[in-house]
């Protein structure tokens, strides 16, 4: 177990019964604004927050564990622990556990999903984790640390824009989000084909596709909330059509009727009423709509015509002021 703490830890942050979960979607930005890594400490508790890093999915072994230590101790966090557990019996190590039962914040690297889910699912670490998150606690995880937050967590398959049959395959994850399935690295990996698969397979699950350098901030209540550079993609196929259940081999599924929503960062969505609720640009979705009324024109009002022509033309309303006006 790896540990930077302050000379005096914070408590953990207090919060509501279930916490935050948060799918980020891989290679978030680690040396720029890094949005997405601040908003982990915001939710977790800023300064007070206690942050439990994972590092068993990953190849890059202590490296990536010091990496991740030292970016939330440069953003003040006060107590960062690094665990990085190698088989099920390490993951039920007193110890470990005895991390998350006292952290605000539980976040969990990329690398291999399968690894991480055959190491931590069932276990005493992995029971730990789910305690923490229904006490209130963030649980965040990038990449592969995304994909284990779901219950049915992706473990392999293809890419490609066509939904195929037999296209991915699916493994227990911790069951954070029972009613999704998360993807990672979405667009820059065109995975787009594999979860509408899935989701053909599962029309009660959401599919929930997240870019990289992008997070998905879901909220006990349901609401989802996109921050970071890309999108998130979610695929509702609940009142969908589907050849899934007679397909064969390789063959490309047919899947209609499936509701697609794509998510920049700002965009309120909520998941339980699988709506979206608030977008940046668009009025307040949650009020009443109003009634539209015929518009009454102002007394001694006159219209500036060069505008109305400038609306729609190539020309800006600059350039039709300068033009002669017998042209």
Known sequence: MTRVTAASAAAPAAGPVRGIVM???????KVGRMTVLREVVRLAGGSAARIVVISTASSLGDEITHAYLQIFSSLGVSEVVGIRPESRAQAAAPDLVEAVDGCSAVFMTGGNQVKLAAIVVGTPLGAAITAAHRRGALVAGTSAGASILSTHMISLGSGGATPKFRMSQVSEGLGLLPQAIVDQHFTQRNRFGRLLSLVANNPAQLG?????????IIRPDGRLEVKGRGVVTVMDGSAALTTAYTATGTQPLMISDVRLHSLPRGVVFDLDGRCLVSAPGLPDLSAP???????????????????IAAEGAHESTAELRRRPASS
């Open 208 to 216: 929930i596709g997240v870019d990289e350098d992008t997070a998905a």
């Open 23 to 29: 799918p980020i979607g891989g290679a978030e930005d």
């Open 289 to 307: 709509p109003t009634v539209a009324r015929p518009v009454d024109v102002p007394a001694g009002l006159r219209p500036d015509s060069r505008r």
